[in-house]
């Protein structure tokens, strides 16, 4: 069993930026993928970013290329997502999850975090 929490969430004026972070604790120590996800209000929750377990690969959705960037501190067994030139349409709650390999589905994620509320201003 794998316990996610997020943190990092806020509120923020379009263009500003927020950094997220997901701890992990239990079997922290295995080799997982880690995604962020977000979800807004009447949506499904969608893909927004993967790392590997050994963060040698990255993947990003689309809209948040050039924006977004995840990265992970394995030694740490965290996982962050740094959020650039934010947009209204960003807003959302934010989840991070575990995976046994890298993946852009649902699906394919073991654990998740509860989350954390974004929320961009205009």
């Known amino acids: 069993q794998v316990q996610l929490v997020e943190s990092g969430g806020g509120v923020v004026q379009a263009g500003g930026s927020l950094r997220l972070s997901c701890s992990a604790s239990?079997?922290?120590?295995?080799?997982?993928?880690m995604g962020w996800f977000r979800q807004a209000p009447g949506k499904e929750r969608e893909f927004v970013a993967a790392?590997?377990?050994?963060?040698?690969?990255?993947f990003y959705k689309d809209p948040v290329k050039g924006r977004f960037t995840i990265s992970r501190h394995r030694t740490e067994n965290t996982v962050y997502l740094q959020m650039n030139s934010l947009k209204p349409e960003d807003s959302a709650v934010y989840y991070c999850?575990?995976?046994?390999?890298?993946?852009?589905?649902?699906?394919?994620?073991?654990?998740w975090g509860q989350g954390t509320q974004v929320t961009v201003s205009s």
């Open positions: 999850a575990a995976a046994y390999n890298v993946a852009v589905v649902r699906g394919a994620y073991r654990y």
């Open positions: 239990g079997h922290a120590g295995g080799r997982y993928a």
């Open positions: 790392i590997t377990w050994n963060a040698d690969n990255t």
